[in-house]
């Protein structure tokens, strides 16, 4: 990695130590009724835009913009923190051969079953909540690398349709029929939920009466 570069911190609006009473007073003490004379409709947006960015910068507080890498997981708790920190020093202190490998490889494997300890402890807390479901269902979604997405569809046509558009409005279609009685009776012929399936050869498709 190159050491010389400097990392980035992206800052944002912090509404919540917001003064909105100094904003009020910031934009009424504007005098954009003399401002905006005999400007053009692009000039006095600018205008505006200048006084509302003055009035922001003076009354609304930055923090930094907090994202997926600052978070901390739910397993990691303080302790368990404090250990990672210990570990990754006495890693450095390996590389200048301060310690012993025996000593680094203890703490090593030490910090390694505290963390499928506390992992296994999260899981077994969020399957005893049944009522958490909201909590489940995030660190589930959280574990899955691939989005299972729709598989193709065929509209009534018998065309089989691959994009997102399409799909939409196969359903779409599918579901508005539901309403206006146009609906085709589901007639089962041995192909399983798929059409098109031929033993697994080719990609599933799921016509519009199968949804």
């Known amino acids: 990695k190159d050491r ?6 992206v800052r944002t609006l912090n509404f919540r130590k917001a003064n909105f009473q100094l ?20 000039q006095s947006w600018q205008i505006f835009k200048d006084a509302f ?10 923090c930094k913009k907090s994202g997926k890498e600052g978070k901390r997981p739910a ?6 923190l404090v250990e990672l920190k210990g570990k990754k020093r ?9 310690v012993s490998r025996e000593d680094y490889r203890d703490t090593a494997r030490f910090c390694k079953d505290e963390i499928r300890k506390a992992k296994t402890w999260l899981e ?13 269902y995030r660190y589930v979604n959280q574990k899955r690398k691939v989005k299972e997405s729709i598989p193709p569809l065929m509209s009534k046509s018998c065309k089989v349709v691959t ?25 089962s012929q041995g192909n399983g939920p798929f059409d098109g399936d031929h033993g697994g050869k080719g990609p599933p498709t799921l016509s519009e009466d199968q949804v």
């Not at 960015?53 to 930055?62: C, D, G, N, T, V």
């Not at 397993?75 to 368990?80: E, F, N, Q, T, Y």
């Open 4 to 9: 010389g570069q400097v990392k980035s911190i």
């Open 23 to 42: 904003f009020k007073e910031l934009i009424n003490k504007t005098p954009l009724g003399m401002a905006l004379r005999d400007k053009g409709a692009e």
């Open 53 to 62: 960015h003055r009035a922001q910068e003076l009354s609304i507080p930055r």
């Open 75 to 80: 397993w990691l708790s303080h302790d368990l």
């Open 90 to 98: 006495m890693h450095r202190q390996w590389k200048k051969v301060l």
């Open 124 to 136: 077994l807390n969020l399957a005893r909540d049944t009522k958490n479901n909201k909590g489940f």
């Open 163 to 187: 994009t997102d558009r399409e799909k939409a409005e196969v359903v779409n279609n599918f579901f508005a029929s539901v309403f206006t009685g146009s609906l085709a009776p589901h007639t």
